[in-house]
């Protein structure tokens, strides 16, 4: 178990030191909010949906947030800190798998117990899992499922309080289903267990196993009363979502993907941080990996069907593989996104065992046990330390792609071309540069080459974002966030005309409307029309009531018009419905000087100076102020953290 923990750790410990990634914002942002509630924080975490974006919020994963809160409010918010706490729960479950597949195989085969949760733990499909702070909620669901496993078998091996055991292991599904409620269809494996690995009768299995299903229908029940999720999904996300497709076409694409799964699991090789819409095309049956997986897939079912009765270990492993599989094929209802190598969580897991088993079936073969090898060294275990390494030089490599966003969609961007999603990310964060660029060029003013430069170089990656903007859009015509951010540049580029075209086509297709609204209002007034741009703001806010931006640049506007309490009263109520951001106290300190008003400047600045993101022009006015004044011990203090932000 010792060795397993510390190959964990071995493997991933590279990782540690990445940053914040695709979607970590999901719950780094509900969980700031929280953990500025105190106690009452991991409370509301369990009465509210999980996921808040602008107006939407969606799915219910309580205790994932609520460990985010806690952490959050202990520990800090540094990234560094996540990522050790997904390494540890992740080094936790697989040794927990071990003395699950212990307890079903019994000690007779734990060196094949050892290598299964050794060739599971390495597995490069986990990286994913593993480096994405935001799958947290996976890593909880999985660790207190195997937790649950255990405690149901348990209830079999102890002879007296069996009935504490169930309950025990219904109480820890409960959480694995409110850590990410997509655990929950894994139920069925205390059933298969109890049948193939102890000499419970079929009524005795039906009976536990109707107990351990009791926390999911609680779940379930909750969830039905209390919360209304408002998520919407995109064809560029998954085409079924949207799509008349026929059964047949459907069919097609879902054998097409357990194909793609089965490769992935052989040749971890090709890794994507993204699986949507094209990169995963909808196919017909004259694909030739769908027919294929169709045929592989059937003879698994002929497998399971003519051996099921002699509960091999194979079959076993079979099982849990190609049901997780099914499961998310997209054959019964669309997955998010197609693929995602998190879909693999719980497939991996019988690819290991029927792994393990197939080479330990080979190596029984007469021609092997013929050869003899010195010591106690075996082929069998000589092949699982290969192919464990294998997996370890993989899994190692791919912590280093998932450092950041510009790490990971720059690398994976070499093979998503044909993904519209994919185009859109990786274009958002060449905008991105090319702004941080450009505000360094602004920041240099007596070093004229330098800000050539950086402009130069900021004009470079605008045009590389427009490229793939415009990929995105060749793949997908109306897919919003590429509109939008064309129009942006656009916008930056003078092209009033063709800004408000893409603009004005992305409102038609988008539910983001208060991002669009917004833009369409800063294209007034770029244009000098600011009834339009009141017109745009006030119907961005009316689409999302705590936009930041709308309520920010309606500010300056309402100050362009010489109205400085209404612009005054917009950021009151942008600093109220975004209470743990310093940008509408900075503003409103902007105001205060516009009006000459020194006090309201300084108490502004001070409430700015203490929340996030942090500006080094407040603090050294309030440096400078407070020395002015002779209070130096004030001026010390915002030193201090002008000081640690530039560290």
């Given amino acids: 178990m010792l060795l397993i923990f510390l190959a964990v750790f071995l493997v991933y410990f590279n990782g540690l030191h990445n940053k914040f990634n695709l979607d970590d914002e999901l ?5 700031t909010e929280l953990a500025g509630q105190g106690s009452g924080g991991i409370l509301k975490a369990f009465t509210t949906l999980t996921f808040i974006e602008g107006d ?3 799915e219910y994963r309580p205790l994932t947030l609520a460990s985010f809160v806690a952490q959050y409010q202990l520990l800090g918010s540094a990234p560094g800190i996540s990522h050790f706490i997904n390494l540890l729960l992740y080094a936790c479950t697989c040794v927990l798998l071990f003395v699950l597949l ?4 019994g000690p007779e085969k734990r060196e094949f117990t050892f290598f299964i949760s050794l060739l599971f733990a390495l597995h490069p499909l986990h990286t994913e899992i593993v480096d994405s702070i935001k799958n947290r909620d996976e890593l909880f669901a999985f660790f207190f499922a195997v937790l649950a496993y255990i405690m149901a078998w348990k209830a079999y091996a102890v002879s007296r309080r069996n009935l504490l055991y169930i309950l025990l292991a219904a109480l820890c599904f409960f959480l694995a289903v409110i850590s990410k409620k997509t655990i929950w269809p894994f139920f069925v494996i205390v059933p298969l267990a109890y049948y193939f690995f102890s000499k419970l009768s079929l009524q005795k299995i039906l009976l536990y196993s109707l107990l351990f299903c009791s926390s999911i229908m609680l779940y379930r029940f909750y969830n039905i009363l209390h919360l209304h999720a408002n998520r919407p999904f995109f064809e560029y996300e998954n085409p079924f979502y949207v799509s008349s497709a026929g059964i047949m076409a459907r069919a097609a694409t879902a054998f097409y993907i357990m194909g793609r799964y089965l490769l992935l699991h052989v040749f971890p090789y090709r890794l994507a941080y993204y699986y949507g819409a094209n990169y995963v095309p909808v196919v017909t049956w004259s694909d030739p990996l769908a027919i294929g997986a169709l045929l592989f897939y059937a003879f698994i079912a002929f497998l399971v069907l003519r051996y099921f009765k002699k509960k091999s270990m194979i079959i076993f492993g079979l099982i849990i593989y190609a049901y997780s599989v099914v499961m998310y094929s997209n054959l019964f ?4 996104g197609l693929m995602a190598e998190r879909y693999t969580y719980m497939s991996s897991l019988g690819f290991c065992i029927v792994l393990c088993a197939l080479l330990a079936w080979l190596f029984s073969r007469p021609y092997f046990t013929k050869l003899s090898l010195p010591g106690s060294v075996r ?7 290969l192919i464990a390494a294998l997996y370890a030089v993989r899994t190692h490599a791919r912590n280093n792609d998932w450092y950041d966003k510009q790490t990971l969609y720059t690398h994976d961007m070499a093979y998503l071309g044909s993904s519209a999603k994919a185009n859109s990310m990786y274009a958002e964060i060449l905008v991105a540069q090319a702004r941080a660029y450009r505000n360094l060029s602004h920041q240099i003013p007596g070093d004229a080459n330098s800000a050539s430069v950086y402009r130069d170089s900021a004009s470079y990656l605008l045009s590389r974002a427009k490229e793939h903007f415009k990929a995105a859009l060749r793949i997908s015509p109306y897919f919003p966030n590429a509109l939008n951010n064309l129009g942006i540049i656009y916008i930056d580029q ?11 086509k992305s409102l038609s297709t988008t539910t983001a409307k208060a991002r669009t609204y917004h833009d369409i209002a800063m294209l007034s007034m770029k244009t000098g029309d600011y009834d339009s741009a009141s017109y745009y703001f006030n119907r961005s806010l009316a689409a999302d009531s705590a936009y930041l931006d709308a309520y920010c640049d309606l500010s300056k506007l309402l100050i362009i018009l010489g109205d400085t309490a209404n612009a005054e009263k917009a950021l009151l109520i942008a600093a109220e419905k975004n209470n ?3 940008i509408p106290y900075i503003q409103l300190a902007d105001v205060a000087s516009f009006k000459r008003d020194t006090q309201s400047i300084v108490r502004y600045c001070r409430i700015a100076a203490e929340l996030q993101p942090p500006n080094i022009p407040v603090l050294s006015f309030l440096i400078q102020y407070y020395t002015s004044k002779g209070d130096l011990k004030s001026a010390a203090y915002y030193q201090g953290k002008r000081s640690s932000i530039s560290r």
């Fill in 27 to 31: 719950y780094h942002d509900h969980a």
């Fill in 56 to 58: 939407n919020a969606y």
């Fill in 102 to 105: 212990y307890n079903w195989f």
């Fill in 333 to 336: 209802a669309p997955a998010p």
């Fill in 379 to 385: 082929f069998f275990s000589i092949s699982a330390i």
């Fill in 494 to 504: 003078d092209s009033l005309g063709l800004a408000k075209q893409y603009m004005q």
């Fill in 580 to 582: 743990n951001s310093s």
